[in-house]
C-alpha cells in the first residue's frame, strides 16, 4: 500500500525554525518528484515547494524562498522540508505529495500529484 507520511510540524514562535518530513512505504519515493503544500483555514491548497526525482531540480514559492529549503535522501526514502524564519503567515497544514508522472524537474501544481499525505500542522504564535 502506497502511504506518504508527513511529520515534524508543531509550534513555533515567530523567526524560529521546524523541519518537516516526508516518509513514503510501500513504495520507492526517488521514482517520484515531490512537492509540498500548504492550506490554511479558509484558503486554497498551494504549492511550497518541489524537488524532482534525482534532488538536482527544487523549486520554491516566492513567499518561502531564501527561508523554505526542500531536500531529499532517497537512502531514507524521505523528503525533507526545513523551514527557517517562520511567519505568522506560514502557519497551516502543510502536507507532502508525490508525482509519478514527471521524468526531469518538478512541478508545484497540485493537480498534477497523484498520491497525499495526511498533513502535518504548522501553528506560528508568540
Known amino acids: 500500500q502506497l502511504q506518504l507520511v508527513e511529520s515534524g510540524g508543531g509550534l513555533v514562535q515567530p523567526g524560529g525554525s521546524l523541519r518537516l518530513s516526508c516518509a513514503a512505504s510501500?513504495?520507492?519515493?526517488?521514482?517520484?518528484?515531490v512537492g509540498w503544500f500548504r492550506q490554511a483555514p479558509g484558503k486554497e491548497r498551494e504549492g511550497v515547494s518541489c524537488?524532482?526525482?534525482?534532488?538536482?531540480?527544487?523549486d520554491y514559492a516566492d513567499s518561502v524562498k531564501g527561508r523554505f529549503s526542500i531536500f531529499r535522501d532517497n537512502a531514507k526514502n524521505t523528503v525533507y522540508l526545513q523551514m527557517n524564519s517562520l511567519q505568522f503567515e506560514d502557519a497551516a497544514d502543510y502536507y507532502c505529495?508525490?508525482?509519478?508522472?514527471?521524468?526531469?524537474?518538478?512541478?508545484?501544481?497540485?493537480?498534477?500529484?497523484?498520491?497525499w499525505g495526511q498533513g502535518t500542522q504548522v501553528t506560528v504564535s508568540s
Open positions: 505529495a508525490a508525482d509519478e508522472n514527471v521524468i526531469f524537474g518538478c512541478t508545484r501544481h497540485k493537480f498534477e500529484y497523484d498520491y
Open positions: 510501500g513504495f520507492r519515493l526517488d521514482y517520484y518528484a
Open positions: 524537488i524532482s526525482r534525482d534532488g538536482s531540480t527544487t
